[in-house]
């Protein structure tokens, strides 16, 4: 298997994250429109928060959640590509990543369901772990 396989599931979590800013901002400007809020009165942090329905904070939420767990996944597919460990499995549990991530931040951004997200996530976070304890338990065991 190449070792670049590995930067197709790496870019479409990257793709992922810059597709939710996107929807982030859409609903955000929607959002001012329609109650004429100046940017201004938005200065102090947290007030958009206080003021946002679930559909422009929810968005705004998994955009920021796109930066905790997918991280380490990043991190770790860099560490296979340096350390030419990268096989059909990590390639294979990085897509189950990938794919669950994308229907975790579907669900966030839209209906939010939250024990569906929640199986979503920990699904997807099942793979990373899955990834990292293949990884180290190489790395050891060298």
Request: glycine share 2%; proline share 6%; charged share 10%.
């Amino acid at each position: 298997m190449p070792q670049e396989a590995i930067f197709s599931p790496f870019f479409a979590t990257v793709f992922l994250t810059l597709i939710v800013w996107v929807y982030m901002y859409i609903r955000r400007i929607s959002f001012f429109t329609d109650i004429k809020i100046r940017p201004e009165d938005l200065a102090v942090p947290g007030a958009l928060a206080q003021i946002s329905p679930p559909n422009v904070s929810n968005p705004s939420d998994n955009f920021k959640n796109l930066f905790e767990i997918p991280v380490l996944f990043y991190a770790l597919v860099l560490y296979l590509f340096i350390t030419k460990q990268v096989d059909t499995i990590y390639v294979n549990a990085a897509w189950v990543f990938v794919v669950f991530r994308l229907l975790h931040s579907t669900v966030h951004c839209t209906f939010n369901l939250i024990m569906l997200r929640f199986y979503l996530y920990l699904f997807a976070t099942l793979a990373l772990w899955f990834i990292a304890i293949r990884a180290a338990l190489i790395h050891f065991g060298r």
